[in-house]
């Protein structure tokens, strides 16, 4: 197991450096390696040479030769002549905080567009840094961030790869318009699609097997869990379907982190646009994680930058068997659940089909027997109410959408 040293610095007040020091530290066993130490550095004390000052690269490289370190990873993303120098001053292979979730990614692309998005991420990082982490993969041979374009890629020159990355978007990009296909046709159907976001590892996938464990549609397949920071990286969406209920389907979205790499979420853009087309956020929270505040902020400003922050949301506080705090007034409507103990998830569905579902009608309508496409249309589509077989036709009471009373209004009563 490589031991590391964690480096930041702080321009910040103390419980947000902690905060963003804490999780890089969760980004670093992810990937299995053994954190030494935790080093921060007042801001002010930044240099253009190091990014940290000379004072504290004298105070790392003691550190290095006392424990054995392998690896510095720095929470600030790092120039292609700060890497040269602080890896020529510590004898050490350095990376940051970008290229340390890029290798993340790396390992849990499983998708063909996952794995091209990842490498086009990670490309477009390398770039600028061509001439530093070619030593960086001489020295650490073959450690972190040889996934992806790695080696074979640092051997090329800049032409050779901004060629690669140009064929990467193209393939790309036909699977995205794929997936454009699939996503108009289901918004031109009568069924309203609802997207889960929230942090990495709150628990969002799980609440979609939850969902799927209540469905009538048994064939339904579950979603890969696991208690991993990026667990997945592909969408999943599932159709939900419970009995005298209206159907909706419901999107898995890849979690986020803190100032997740702009060319990583640039890159999974398509992936992402998911959420802004959806009807109805459910924001999953790890409610009994010591920074669930800030992790709400930071999903909350990938939304913006989304522009899906004016999309309805429902505020779902998790794992409130491990904590007996209140629910912040800020955040509403809200519904404290615990999935691993199953407790409040029928109350949680209620509230999503109540709020995605607010604006139906009651309406009855009188069908005749010829007509058995509408029968099911509306068996499909709507809520059943009250269903009669009358010589005439069926009489149906049902509430619809507004969509589909538009359609059906020649049938009403």
Not at 29 to 54: C, N, P, R, Y
Not at 138 to 162: A, F, N, T, V
Not at 274 to 281: G, K, P, S, V
Request: a neutral charge; zero cysteines; hydrophobic letters at 35%.
């Amino acid at each position: 197991m490589k031991k590391v040293l964690l480096v930041g610095l702080n321009y910040y007040k103390k419980t947000m450096i902690d905060y963003y020091m804490s999780e890089l530290k969760n980004l670093a066993e992810t990937l299995k390696l053994e954190v030494i130490d935790v080093i921060i550095q007042d801001g002010k004390q930044s240099s253009t040479q190091f990014k940290i000052g000379t004072g504290k690269v004298t105070e790392l490289k003691s550190q290095i030769e006392d424990n054995q370190i392998n690896l510095v990873i720095f929470n600030d993303e790092l120039t292609n002549s700060q890497i040269r120098n602080l890896e020529d001053a510590l004898g050490v292979t350095v990376i940051d905080r970008t290229l340390l979730i890029l290798d993340i990614f790396s390992k849990r692309a499983k998708t063909k567009e996952a794995q091209l998005q990842v490498e086009i991420a990670q490309l477009k990082y390398l770039l600028p840094r061509l001439t530093a982490l070619r030593s960086s993969f001489d020295r650490q041979q073959g450690g972190i961030g040889s996934r992806g374009p790695g080696e074979k890629k640092l051997e090329m020159d800049r032409r050779h790869i901004e060629n690669e990355l140009k064929q990467l978007q193209k393939e790309l990009s036909h699977i995205v318009k794929v997936r454009q296909t699939n996503r108009n046709q289901r918004r031109q159907s009568l069924i309203k699609n609802v997207a889960i976001v929230g942090y990495t590892n709150a628990g969002k996938s799980t609440l979609l097997n939850k969902f799927l464990s209540l469905t009538q549609h048994n064939n339904e397949k579950e979603v890969h869990t696991k208690d991993q920071l990026f667990a997945t990286l592909e969408t999943a969406t599932r159709k939900i379907h419970l009995p005298d209920s209206k159907p909706f389907t419901i999107t898995d979205t890849i979690g986020f982190v803190s100032n997740l790499p702009h060319d990583l979420v640039d890159s999974f853009k398509a992936t992402l646009e998911e959420i802004q087309e959806a009807d109805l956020l459910i924001h999953v929270i790890d409610f009994s994680h010591p920074y669930y505040f800030d992790q709400i902020i930071t999903t909350n400003n990938v939304l913006k930058e989304l522009g899906a922050d004016t999309i309805e949301t429902i505020y779902v506080f998790n794992k409130i068997d491990l904590t007996t705090d209140d629910i912040p007034h800020s955040f509403q409507p809200a519904v404290k659940v615990s999935l691993k103990e199953d407790t409040n998830i029928k109350k949680l569905l209620t509230t999503v089909q109540r709020t995605l579902f607010k604006d139906d009608i009651t309406v009855v309508y009188s069908i005749p027997h010829t007509r058995g496409d509408i029968v099911n249309q509306l068996v499909e589509y709507s809520e059943i109410i009250e269903r009669n077989y009358l010589n005439e036709g069926v009489h149906i009471k049902a509430r619809v959408s507004p969509l589909l009373k538009k359609q059906l209004h020649e049938f009403e009563i």
